[in-house]
């Protein structure tokens, strides 16, 4: 499967990608491809060129909550990839406007090889289910 990870700290998306890959080996026996963004026009334009799987998202990239743009536009153009939010950010008001736009999940960092575990879950069940259909 193919992972896009929205993150502006290189050090965060080296964490996230090496805890993506190994999860996927560990529990899938496969690695997963993992291409990483670290603005909302990288992550735009890679969504544009590329089909991916699923998608963990900062929402607090180069300003406070420019992530939503790319939440949003997945939701407009790609509905059933799953996206997971992974911000640092846990205030009522951002998780209740996250909310409005349907992620699959929202993960409050730093964030551990099970949160990752639990969406690879809900990343292949989706990949199935939109198989099947």
């Known amino acids: 499967m193919k992972c896009l990870i ?5 050090a ?20 997963d491809s993992v291409s990483c963004a670290d603005s ?6 890679l969504l544009l060129e590329q089909q991916f799987d699923y998608v963990f998202l900062d929402l607090n990239l180069s300003d406070d909550l420019d992530g939503l743009r790319v939440l949003e536009y997945v939701r407009q153009q790609q509905k059933n990839i799953p996206v997971f939010i992974v911000t640092g950010n846990n205030n009522i008001a951002t998780v209740k406007q996250v909310i409005q736009l349907q992620p699959t999940d929202y993960l ?4 551990s090889k ?5 969406c690879l879950e809900k990343a292949k069940m989706a990949k199935t289910l939109n198989v099947a259909v």
Request: a positive charge; one cysteine or more; proline letters at 2%.
């Open 12 to 31: 965060i998306a080296q964490i996230m990608t090496k805890l993506v890959r190994r999860t996927s080996f560990e529990r899938y026996s496969e690695c």
């Open 40 to 45: 909302v026009s990288n992550a735009l334009n």
């Open 114 to 118: 099970m949160n990752i575990s639990r």
């Open 6 to 10: 929205v993150e502006d700290s290189k």
């Open 108 to 111: 409050v960092k730093p964030v």
